[in-house]
Structure formats: structure tokens, C-alpha cells
């Protein structure tokens, strides 16, 4: 609650707002901030894992095996996965700093709807990717492609469910950066104490 301001002397003395944190607070936001950094470092593990493993998807033997970038749908999942980490990285620098420093790398509410939005986006990215990289390995499956090169399609399997784990970690960062833009517009700050 704000002071009225008091005259002294023939000076207004205009009180600032005072920004007192307790204890407790203090430890809610750490902690807080540590399960973004947690969601946001495992969604750059699976996003890297899924390109790793979409990229290194070959077999050397001639035309008869697959190859990943054959097919639009695996090179979709192998670029949303790279595109998904490199943003999760980023983040996870963003929130270290935050966290070091005390203030985040934009203007505050420049970066709670930048965190936000491009949570959303990328999220869905690798979503719609990992649909179609899924769509494709049953299409082959029914075709007996897999019969021919199983280790193919394991691969690219395993790459696809690591696509879906990063967009799960994605969406769970996504969930708190929401919650920090409902604190923005109701508190004028991200942080909801």
C-alpha cells in the first residue's frame, strides 16, 4: 500500500514503493525459477537427442536402404528438433542469468510475453513435426519398409518419441511462463509474490 506523500519543510517527500521480499518469497521464486531452468534444460536435451538421432539416422549400402532426408517428414523433425534446442539454450542462459544477475536479459514485460509467445510457437513446431515424423514411420511400418531395415525405423522411432518428450518439457515451461504473464498483468510483475 502506498504512502501519501508528506510535506516537510515546504518539500514534498514522495515515499517509493518499497519492493520487500521475506524469506519465504524469496525462496518460492528461487525455487520457482530452478523448475523453469529444469523444464527448459530437459526440453534441450530431447530436442538435441532428436535431431542427433534423425541426423545419424543412415545406412551406408547403396539406394536400397532408406535414408532420413529422403522423406519431408523426418527432415521436418530432425530441423524443428535442432530450431526447439538451440531456443531451449538460449532460455536456459536467459533464466541462469536471471537467476545471477537478478534481472532479466529484455525489459520485463518485453521478456515475459518473448518467453511466453515463443514457448507457444516453438512448442507447437515441434509438435506438428513429431505428428508427421510419426504419420510417416507408420506408413512405412504397414509397407514392410521396416522388415527390410528395421534399424531404420527403430532409429527413427527414437528420435520421434525424444521430439515428443522435448515438446512435453516445452509445454510445462510454457504452463509456468503463462503463469508469469497472468502475474505480469495482475501484479505489473512477473513474480507472482
Known amino acids: 500500500m502506498m504512502r501519501s506523500p508528506q510535506v516537510r519543510n515546504g518539500v514534498v517527500d514522495t515515499p517509493s514503493p518499497s519492493h520487500f521480499h521475506s524469506t519465504v518469497s524469496v525462496h518460492k521464486l528461487r525455487r520457482f525459477n530452478i523448475l523453469i531452468i529444469v523444464f527448459r ?54 533464466s541462469v542469468w536471471e537467476i545471477s544477475r537478478g534481472a532479466t536479459v529484455f525489459p520485463e514485460p518485453l521478456q515475459v510475453w518473448f518467453d511466453f509467445g515463443h514457448d507457444q510457437v516453438f512448442a507447437y513446431l515441434l509438435l506438428s513435426a513429431d505428428s508427421a515424423g510419426t504419420s510417416l514411420a507408420r506408413t512405412m511400418r504397414d509397407m514392410d519398409t521396416c522388415k527390410v531395415n528395421n534399424a531404420f525405423c527403430v532409429q527413427s522411432d527414437i528420435s520421434i518419441a525424444f521430439g515428443f518428450a522435448g515438446f512435453m518439457f516445452l509445454g510445462f515451461s510454457s504452463l509456468l511462463s503463462g503463469f508469469r504473464v497472468v502475474s505480469f498483468i495482475i501484479n505489473g510483475s512477473r513474480f507472482h509474490v
Open 41 to 94: 534444460f530437459a526440453s534441450f536435451c530431447f530436442s538435441l537427442a532428436s535431431t542427433i538421432f534423425m541426423f545419424t539416422n543412415s545406412r551406408r549400402g547403396g539406394s536400397d536402404f532408406p535414408q532420413w532426408h529422403h522423406f519431408d517428414a523426418f527432415r521436418f523433425v530432425a530441423v524443428a528438433g535442432g530450431i526447439v534446442a538451440l531456443y531451449s539454450l538460449f532460455e536456459v542462459g536467459a
